[in-house]
């Protein structure tokens, strides 16, 4: 399982369309069932505590983690390239 962790605000047009860009590219990928959007809302408590968890200080902020925790990749005050994310939704589970 992928999870794309976006950290965002509300009202910011960049951090809106990087969740919809995100869950755009993956209901076209082969990987849909195996990977997701968690958005977290630096405009709340709770998420401005799991941005500090993460060291976020610029929206938005992009987290790439396997089911293992492990970060895989990590984009910082831009959206994530189309390329970079249909690339880590290419892989076989496996990889």
């Known amino acids: 399982m992928l999870t794309f962790e976006v950290y965002g605000k509300t009202n910011c047009a960049k951090c809106n369309s990087t969740k919809n860009k995100l869950r755009h590219l993956i209901a076209r990928s082969e990987r849909a069932d195996e ?8 405009d709340t408590v709770d998420g401005m505590a799991e941005g500090a968890f993460n060291d976020v200080t610029d929206i938005p902020t992009t987290i790439l983690r396997a089911d293992t925790g492990e970060a895989l990749a990590r ?3 831009w959206l994530p ?15």
């Open 35 to 42: 990977a997701d959007v968690a958005y977290h809302d630096m």
């Open 75 to 77: 984009w910082e005050g």
């Open 81 to 95: 390239p189309s390329s970079e994310v249909k690339t880590y939704l290419a892989r076989s589970p496996q990889a």
